[in-house]
């Protein structure tokens, strides 16, 4: 598995090819150290925030892959779908409703969630106009 070190990453950096070398590329994603501690992750001090448009954030690989994990914290209902080359719906995983910390959600903050499916070209965060955060991103090809 690969997992992306996001403690490399600046605060407020804006993301998108800082991780190009090990295969992957982010659309809408912003490196942050959460001030609000509903969001706040014990496993890392930067987070990936989905930004500036609100509620989603998504990763595009160069080669394909076949499994990616992460740690989500989200103020809505998250989806996580992953799709192939062609844009087709591989699959999709959720997280069923908010999971920030400190909640009375059934899910704890920090979910992990992940799928598997071969030839995964691009997975995609979508929380319905929530707030997300994406820690301990990785991946295996």
């Known amino acids: 598995m690969i997992k992306l070190n996001l403690g490399a990453l600046k605060c407020f950096e804006i993301v998108t090819n800082q991780f190009q070398d090990l295969g992957v590329v982010f659309q809408n994603a912003i490196a942050l150290e959460p001030s609000n501690p509903a969001y706040f992750s014990p496993s890392s001090k930067i987070l990936l925030l989905g930004n500036p448009k609100q509620g989603w954030l998504e990763a ?10 992460c740690r989500i914290t989200s103020s809505q209902r998250t989806i996580m779908s992953v799709h192939d080359a062609q844009d087709l719906l591989l699959g999709r995983t959720e997280l069923e ?10 899910f704890k903050a920090n979910q992990p969630l992940s ?7 691009k997975v995609t965060f979508y ?8 820690s301990e991103f990785g991946f295996q090809r």
């Open 60 to 69: 595009t690989f160069s080669n394909p892959v076949s499994a990616i994990q």
């Open 115 to 121: 799928l598997k499916f071969s030839e995964i070209t």
């Open 127 to 134: 929380a319905f106009d929530g707030q997300i955060t994406l």
């Open 97 to 106: 409703e908010a999971n920030l910390t400190g909640s009375s959600s059934s």
